[in-house]
């Protein structure tokens, strides 16, 4: 899957440490969609778009989460848009999460903020209806994950796109 | 345990640990997000290991890793906070040895080092 975005996103920029950040992105933001999706299906989107030296990107992954798993999440993902924007903040928080993580064991709880830290992108979430009675009890959840003022990179003496595998 | 017995081999990923008196060395290859599950114990017990055998640094080549994916980076925080919480006599570096042509690595490795500035040093090959 990571391969596949990497190759999608360089048909359209020769900005390969950039399609590095979407392509971790789109791996993290669909393992966790995986995991909270349980058996059902998990969908994942990616698209971009060019204008004079900037690129946007957008990675979109939708999937069934119950009540708990989508509180959850929401909470996660207004803890990072409240801490800021600027790279320094990024960093901070991304600090701040890694001790949080290591104190509290188990598995999981840096993917989001690694996705905003690493990755430099924005996070939202929002549900839609699912249109199926009988999945009442969980929320189609989308999460969306955006490039913050990515000003493209020409390909330059080293290593090209493709880099990573 | 003998440290060679913390390295395996699997579809995508292999780790191997060879080691002496004065570094053990850690060699990552392949996708770590496929051997997440395990990368844990590795260093639990690589940790166990290095201080009770008080060997002063570990060496960990990343140079052909193409991916971690976040559980794998937080068994390295997790890794780095215990090194931290050895009383200072008993700590030990980490140097990982990492590759230009891997772009996730510059990103990863800078936001682990900034989490453990006093243990870990990162050499580009």
């Not at chain 1, 708990?68 to 991304?94: C, F, M, P, Q």
């Not at chain 2, 290859?29 to 166990?48: E, F, K, M, N, P």
């Not at chain 2, 682990?112 to 006093?118: I, K």
Request: proline share 3%; net charge negative.
């Amino acid at each position: 899957m990571r391969r596949f975005v990497n190759e999608f996103y360089e048909l359209v920029t020769l900005d390969g440490e950039g399609v590095s950040r979407l392509a971790l992105a789109a791996h993290e933001l669909l393992e966790n969609a995986v995991r909270y999706a349980g058996s059902s299906e998990t969908r994942l989107s990616v698209a971009v778009s060019r204008a004079s030296g900037s690129v946007e990107g957008h990675i979109v992954t939708e999937n069934r989460a119950d009540a708990r798993d989508l509180d959850r999440l929401r909470a996660k993902v207004s803890e990072i848009t409240a801490a800021g924007s600027s790279e320094e903040a990024r960093r901070a928080y991304y600090l701040r999460e890694m001790s949080r993580a290591a104190a509290a064991g188990g598995p999981g709880g840096l993917g989001l903020p690694r996705i905003y830290a690493e990755a430099s992108m924005d996070l939202t979430v929002a549900t839609v209806c699912s249109g199926d009675e009988q999945e009442q009890d969980q929320s189609v959840v989308v999460v969306t994950a955006r490039t913050s003022g990515w000003r493209e990179l020409s390909r330059g003496p080293g290593p090209g796109p493709g880099a990573d595998s | 345990m003998r440290l060679e017995d913390l390295g395996w081999s699997q579809k995508g990923f292999q780790v191997v640990v060879t080691g002496s008196r004065e570094r053990v060395v850690v060699d990552l290859v392949g996708d770590a997000s496929l051997g997440t599950d395990r990368i844990g114990a590795l260093v639990s017990g690589l940790h166990d290991e290095v201080v009770r055998k008080k060997t002063p640094i570990v060496v960990v080549d990343m140079r052909q890793l193409s991916f971690m994916n976040s559980s794998g980076f937080k068994c390295f925080v997790t890794w780095m906070c215990r090194i931290n919480d050895l009383p200072e006599t008993e700590r030990y570096r980490v140097r990982v040895l990492s590759s230009p042509g891997m772009y996730w690595q510059s990103r990863t490795l800078q936001a682990l080092q900034a989490f453990a500035v006093d243990v870990l040093e990162i050499a580009e090959a």
